[in-house]
């Protein structure tokens, strides 16, 4: 078993550290090697001819799904439903004309992911898959399969096959941008190149492994814990804790950070640490006053953020975790390196079964 696990402990920490080479696999299937195309046979969907989106997921798929919300939204200027499946499939919602539906399943045997699929059929004008399961039931049926081509996840928590959701959902969204005239030749070769540099980059934040395991340690012994996040860094604050909720069973909430006020600053006191998870960005200003909250009530921050994010905190931040500058469209990809690190490391200090943590399943095939 430590051959299968390449010399880790837990399949888990595997699946963490095949992420540079795996997300990799990704661009070398759908970004030509010059950066310069995109190799994506979408099968005649054509985004200049699509007006909204629909995308549909469950658990870490889903949260891979609200990201590509904030760029599909952001880059491409196409606006996108979102809906975890079990609420999909029962609110039977209307869809609006020439809105593409597009389902996220690393699995692709999901029940409610699936059964939303079958209701969309004949009501979106397409539907489309990101699975990692080539031959699983949601690819046959769905009109267009992506794979994710992350290889097999074996552990319970999704870590390879949520950053390689994200990252065929990065060349979907350039693509899309393209199409629909939002950027030019220019700036989708910027982009792709952009995408290009993801592996060395994720190489670089595992290199932070062993600061985050000595605040995980300290993470571990905490009842709750807060992850905040702002933007297209919100939907990390909710992996982040769902990760740690699956695998170390310490009660974990992800919220925007600016909803902070309205409810979870409650929460705050000095045995709850908060996660912020907050590359430096035009709305970091707003974040560091955020913190500043938290820590006026004696809350513990733990900043993951790039070397100016720090410089601009100030004094009084728990701890930071310095992740490596990269370009905007890039960070929630590279930041859910440290979130999966905190939550791994906080289960094995707690002696958890990390790779197969009570009650949940890897892929549920019921209702
Ligand atoms: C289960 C797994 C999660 C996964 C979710 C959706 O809850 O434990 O890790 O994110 O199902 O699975 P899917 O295979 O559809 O991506």
């Known amino acids: 078993a430590r051959i299968e696990k390449g010399g880790h402990r837990h399949f888990m920490m595997k699946e963490i550290a095949e992420q540079p080479t795996v997300v990799g696999q990704v661009l070398d299937a759908y970004v030509s090697p010059d950066a310069h195309g995109i190799m994506m046979d979408l099968e005649g969907i054509d985004f200049a001819g699509i007006d909204r989106l629909s995308i549909v ?49 690393q699995s692709g045997e999901t029940a ?21 399961v080539p031959e699983s039931s949601i690819a046959r049926e769905a009109d267009v399969a992506l794979p994710i081509h992350a ?14 959701q994200l990252t065929t959902f990065a060349v979907l969204v ?11 030749d220019a700036g989708m070769v910027e982009m792709l190149t952009d995408l290009r540099h993801l592996p060395g980059l994720m190489s670089h934040a595992l290199a932070s492994d062993e600061l985050i395991r000595a605040a995980a340690e300290e993470v571990a012994e905490a009842r709750d814990v807060l992850f905040l996040g702002r933007g297209q860094m ?36 000095k045995a709850t640490p908060t996660v912020v998870l907050a590359p430096h960005d035009g709305l970091f200003d707003k974040t560091v006053s955020n913190m500043q909250e938290v820590m006026a009530r004696g809350g513990r921050v733990l900043l993951v953020a790039d070397a100016r994010a720090k410089d601009q905190a100030g004094s009084g931040v728990w ?48 209702e």
């Open 319 to 366: 701890k930071h975790i310095t992740m490596p500058d990269a370009p905007e469209f890039l960070q929630p990809i590279l930041y859910a390196v440290p979130a999966q690190l905190l939550a791994y490391h906080a289960a094995v200090a707690k002696g958890t079964d990390v790779d197969q943590p009570r009650n949940l399943a890897k892929s549920v095939t019921v």
């Open 151 to 164: 290889g097999p996840e074996i552990a319970v928590a999704s870590t390879k096959a949520f950053t390689c």
């Open 57 to 105: 997921a469950c658990g870490t798929a889903y949260y891979a799904g609200l990201v590509a919300k904030y760029w599909f939204e952001h880059y491409a200027r196409l606006p996108v439903d979102i809906d975890v499946a079990s609420e999909f499939r029962y609110r039977e919602p209307p869809f609006a004309p020439r809105t593409l539906g597009i389902f996220v399943s």
């Open 234 to 269: 919100f939907p990390l604050a909710l992996e982040g804790a769902l990760k740690l909720k699956e695998i170390s069973y310490l009660h974990a909430e992800g919220y925007p950070s600016g909803e902070l006020k309205h409810g979870p600053i409650a929460l705050v006191d």
């Open 112 to 132: 409610d992911t699936l059964a939303a699929l079958r209701f969309s059929e004949g009501k979106a004008a397409r539907t489309l898959a990101l699975v990692n």
């Open 174 to 184: 350039v693509k899309a941008a393209h199409a629909r005239g939002e950027i030019d």
